[in-house]
């Protein structure tokens, strides 16, 4: 009778609860890039801090993420989720590399209010990026949890 519920709504909270916190952080960037052009000094500085603190929240996600076991567990429960796992985790360095530009651009002491327009493009570009890849892990975990009560 127990087995019957096997979705584990705790990995999937906490994964969920990780992706709000994410998407809080996107928000807080998407704000400081969103100041008047030319941005002041202070201006520059808050979207620095605020994509630096994106920065460092999502290695440490996608570290939980790649060491955390559930992307593993799906597999392991429904062998055919394999391909999507592997696409899943090619994506972390993908989107760190992508984020690590936007930062490169926005710390340059002299950022012209021509690039700091295309900082806030290349970030909304990014946010989809990210956006997707969660989408599609929440997704992945949810098979692989969920698609699991039909076989035992
Ligand atoms: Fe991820
Ligand atoms: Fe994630």
New binding site residues.
Partial sequence: MASLDRSDPVIMGHILAQHRELHEQLMSVRAALGVQEPPDRPAILAARTALRGLSDHLHR??LQ?ERGGYLEESITRMPRLSPAVKV??A??PV?LAELDRLIETVAAADISPLAWQQAGRDFECFADHLTA??RN?NAVVQDGYNEDLGLD
Avoid: I, N, Q
Wanted: charged fraction near 35%.
């Fill in positions: 996600h996608f993420e899943v985790l994506e972390h989107l890849h969660e892990e």
